[in-house]
Structures are given as structure tokens and as C-alpha cells.
């Protein structure tokens, strides 16, 4: 019986996804410090690159549901990004996105977790 990679991906997600969070939610703290550092756009993106790339593998062999949550989620993190990126506008969309990200992997785990007992 083959042994499913799913489980992998669904980590690397979650772990994107959670240092994606954080690094939203500590970087606007981190420019009121005097320490010269401004915001960098290509992070965002680098996070949102991973997270597609797992969630490409997943959306393989997961259920409507986990689907529709990852791709919305994806969607909203990327609007978010390129509005950042091309507009130099910065919108929440990515923290709802991020949150999405990682309930969706969640969910995944959990039930390829519960189908492989």
C-alpha cells in the first residue's frame, strides 16, 4: 500500500501559513522601533509560494469542503499580496487568508489522519 505524502504537505502549509501570521502580526511592532527596518513585499510572497505549491499537492485527494476552504483562503492572501505589491495598498484580506490556511490544513491532517487508522 502506498503511503500518502499528504500529511507533509499539510504541515509544511500550517507551518507556512503560521510564520506567514506571525510575521504579519509582529512586523507592522517591529517599524515603530528605531532599528532602520522597513517592509519587505517579496516575504509575503515567498510565504504565499509555499503555501500554493501545498496546496496544489493537497487539493489532490482532499474533500470539497478542505478544497473550498484552501483555495478561498489562497485567493485572499494573494489579492492581499499583489494589492501590497502593485497598488502599495495594504489590506487584512492576508490575516483572513492566514487563518483559512491553517484551519484548512487542519482539517486535512485531521482527516487523512483519521483515514489512515
Not at 14 to 36: D, E, K, N, R
Not at 68 to 87: D, F, G, T
Not at 94 to 108: A, P
Amino acid at each position: 500500500m502506498k503511503k500518502s505524502t499528504t500529511p507533509l504537505y499539510d504541515i509544511l502549509g500550517i507551518s507556512s501559513a503560521g510564520i506567514c501570521l506571525v510575521h504579519c502580526l509582529v512586523f507592522p511592532l517591529l517599524t515603530i522601533l528605531p532599528l532602520g527596518i522597513s517592509h519587505n513585499p517579496y516575504i509575503d510572497l515567498l510565504f504565499a509560494t509555499i503555501g500554493l505549491f501545498a496546496i496544489i499537492k493537497i487539493t489532490k485527494d482532499s474533500n470539497l469542503l478542505v478544497i473550498s476552504i484552501l483555495i478561498i483562503s489562497m485567493a485572499l492572501i494573494w489579492i492581499s499580496v499583489l494589492c501590497e505589491l502593485l497598488l502599495d495598498l495594504h489590506t487584512n484580506l492576508i490575516f483572513i487568508g492566514g487563518i483559512g490556511m491553517i484551519i484548512g490544513h487542519i482539517l486535512n491532517y485531521r482527516n487523512h489522519k483519521s483515514l489512515q487508522r
